[in-house]
């Protein structure tokens, strides 16, 4: 206890230091402020600003210094691998590890969900397991009269910002969604391709990637909409899409802290669809494909990992830096360069 000149009044030790780190902290405050105009703002140091026409603006060229930075170690160009066997051995094993998403591996444990006669071929609706409590719709089409195994394919859908859709984006069923009639004249020529390939004798698969179609996200605000989507109107569909597009990074920044990526997973299920499609009594296991365009194309070319995959066709859009690649095509550190000017 510090007792004052006045009899009166006692200062307590800390009451003392509180009042002493005020007077000190004012002023050093009062020295600053003498420098500044009173209520302005400290200035921030100058810096250039030009226009980089990337959707990262300003950060465009911390990302691009971080890029340079990193030395494409496991390319097939560098001279490293003796072969290209030995290469491939190699890059698969290296993707896998990039995705970070390898979980334990289960049986396919097929189930038919409904099957009807289109004419010259036969459509199932099935569901089966990539993973451990992961069950993953898909439409397998059949041609008819196959004398023998057929080749096969798997059709792989794009992205275009549609979420509520992901295996109907490659399909006709006959009855369409009007949003798939649109997405298909716009998309596919009005000529969606896992139609058009089964009517060509392929055996044709096609399943819904994660946070597309029937594995679409819906709000908790949404669940008055309810789930069937044949039952939605177009506009309704649209806004759902809408939802369902506002969730994309949502999903990202969740899945990373699960310890997982989008990619890793989307990329997993193809994997695992090709491991059901050679089950299948109508499938020549030894010819197998692969197609799809957009976020397609790019699933097309990692299903390649896989030995048995023959071929593999697709089409795909990357633009730097604008726009910035779409979350569904961002595995860690799989692509190091970018076109130079």
């Not at 921030?44 to 959707?55: I, M, N, Q, S, Y």
């Not at 969740?254 to 990329?267: K, M, N, Q």
């Not at 799809?292 to 795909?316: N, W």
Request: some cysteine; overall charge positive.
């Amino acid at each position: 206890m510090i007792r004052s000149h006045s009899s009166t009044s006692t200062t307590t030790r800390r009451e003392f230091a509180t009042a002493l780190g005020w007077t000190a902290l004012a002023g050093v405050c009062g020295a600053r402020a003498a420098d500044a105009a009173p209520g302005a703002l400290s200035a921030d140091t100058p810096r250039e600003l030009k226009p980089t026409g990337a959707d990262l603006g300003s950060l465009l060229a911390d990302v691009e210094r971080i890029a340079d930075r990193q030395q494409p170690t496991d390319s097939f160009l560098n001279g490293t691998y003796r072969s290209f066997d030995e290469f491939q051995e190699r890059a698969r094993q290296r993707i896998l590890d990039l995705i970070l998403y390898r979980p334990e591996p289960v049986e396919p444990r097929s189930e038919v969900l409904e099957r009807r006669d289109c004419g010259a071929y036969v459509r199932e609706k099935i569901v089966f397991s990539t993973a451990p409590g992961v069950r993953v719709p898909a439409y397998v089409l059949i041609p008819k009269n196959l004398k023998q195994p057929a080749p096969a394919l798997v059709d792989l859908h794009s992205h275009g910002g549609m979420f509520m859709f992901g295996k109907e984006k490659v399909l006709d069923l006959g009855a369409n969604h009007p949003a798939m009639i649109e997405y298909h004249r716009q998309n596919y020529d009005g000529r969606p391709t896992a139609t058009a390939l089964v009517q060509r004798g392929y055996v044709v698969i096609t399943i819904d990637a994660l946070m597309f179609g029937e594995r679409r996200a819906v709000l908790d605000a949404d669940i008055k909409s309810g789930w069937d989507r044949a039952r939605l109107s177009l506009q309704e569909t649209q806004r759902l899409n809408a939802q369902c597009r506002s969730k994309e990074a949502t999903l990202v920044k969740a899945l990373t802290f699960a310890g997982a990526t989008w990619p890793g997973i989307v990329f997993w299920d193809d994997l695992r669809t090709v491991d059901y499609l050679v089950t299948r009594p109508e499938v020549d296991p030894a010819r197998i494909g692969c197609q799809g365009i957009s976020m397609g194309g790019y699933r097309a070319l990692f299903l390649t990992a896989r030995p048995c995959i023959g071929i593999s066709t697709g089409r795909m859009w990357r633009h730097w830096p604008r726009p910035a690649p779409c979350w569904c095509c961002s595995a860690p550190a799989t692509s190091c360069s970018r076109p130079r000017a």
